[in-house]
């Protein structure tokens, strides 16, 4: 059997696997790349993310391509479902189409306020504890200097984050009273993030549910490599960690 002969009786193979990644990638995993420093100390800037394309029901965002912006159902998804406070969310932005990855802190009637760079839930002071002062190398810049808090963002959810000052651009912002089937989003890299505290075209403000591509659930492998040695990101980083 010629080459070509062998290469056509495969042919149907190949289709099917190509439709089998269309379809895993399209609808149920997908994986995509840190590019920033917004999410961090969560997420670097390297690691290859898990998003779970189920967990909220299917949007016209869902699939490889937007071909169909709007369906019908609750939040303009099928088996559409609202994101938990404290999910780390993929999203395609408002405008842009550009793939973000940001913290769900805001639900549909919620009150989201910043003050003095702190987060405020329906006129709530979200506690925080001070972790440690950290330093670490930007992506594309120097070196910088943050405080690592523990936020407790739910009774029974804490999350770490990371805020260069108490008086950056976005640490007085709000109030905003979070629509009907949008939700707000903040980077966990407070400082660094542009997110639904700018409601600028450089900025996400109120994110619609139906841009949500799926929940962030683990990291698969990273290419972070650690500036120090007794850096605890570092330390933290590992195959298959679940993002928190």
């Not at 895993?24 to 917004?38: A, K, Q, T, V």
């Not at 805020?163 to 709000?174: K, P, R, V």
């Not at 542009?194 to 591509?213: Q, Y």
């Amino acid at each position: 059997m010629s080459l070509w002969e062998t290469i056509k009786a495969e042919i149907p193979f190949l289709l099917m696997i190509v439709a089998a990644i269309f379809v895993f990638r399209g609808l149920i995993y997908n994986m995509n790349y840190i590019p920033s420093e917004s999410m961090q100390p969560t997420l670097e800037v390297g690691d290859r993310i898990l998003v779970n394309k189920f967990a909220y029901g299917y949007s016209g965002h869902s699939i490889l391509f937007s071909v169909v912006p709007t369906l019908p159902g609750k939040y303009g998804r099928l088996f559409g479902s609202l994101p938990a406070r404290g999910d780390v969310v993929t999203f395609k932005h408002p405008r842009s189409g550009t793939i973000y990855i940001k913290r769900v802190v805001g639900l549909p009637g919620d009150k989201i306020e910043y003050r003095s760079g702190k987060l405020y839930i329906n006129d709530t002071l979200k506690p925080r504890e001070k972790i440690d002062d950290v330093t670490y190398r930007q992506h594309k810049s120097g070196i910088r200097k943050a405080v690592q808090y523990r936020e407790h963002i739910t009774e029974d959810k804490a999350i770490e984050i990371f805020e260069f000052s108490d008086f950056a651009n976005l640490d007085d912002a709000g109030p905003f009273i979070v629509p009907a089937d949008n939700v707000f989003v903040l980077g966990d890299n407070r400082d660094n993030s542009a997110d639904s505290r700018d409601p600028t075209i450089k900025g996400v403000g109120f994110l619609p549910v139906e841009r949500i591509l799926g929940r962030t659930e683990r990291v698969i492998y990273s290419t972070y490599r650690c500036k120090k040695e007794k850096d605890l990101r570092c330390a933290k980083r590992s195959f298959f960690m679940p993002v928190k």
